[in-house]
């Protein structure tokens, strides 16, 4: 190439490749971005367990292996090295913001909206 790729890279370019991601992926990213506008938060601790259960009542069909790929390969996020406790996000349909806190303990993931958005 002759030219300096960032020379190239425009927002609509942008929104072309983020189109073009897996559509776990994009549904992941899309749940993880409602939480946080919901509960007003910049960032998201979780376990495979529990984003599995969110899938699922969002009637996104997944295999786990599929959501550890994105998870691990494509956002490259590391667990906790240890178990520690951390703050979960579960489906509450009574509520106004349809999500509730939960206190848990295991080896989770953590992202934040400024990772989500630079996907």
Sequence with gaps: MW????LTHTAALQKIIRSNRNRLEIEMA???LDIMSNMN????SFCLNDLMTLLIYSQ????KYQVRKVVQEVWKLTSAPNS??????EIAPHRDCH???KR???RFYTITKKQLTAI
């Design 84 to 89: 520690l406790s951390y703050t979960a996000y």
């Design 30 to 32: 899309e749940l993880f």
């Design 99 to 101: 999500y509730e806190t």
């Design 3 to 6: 030219f300096n790729p960032k």
């Design 104 to 106: 848990k303990t295991g």
């Design 41 to 44: 938060v910049e960032s998201v």
């Design 60 to 63: 996104v069909k997944a295999e």
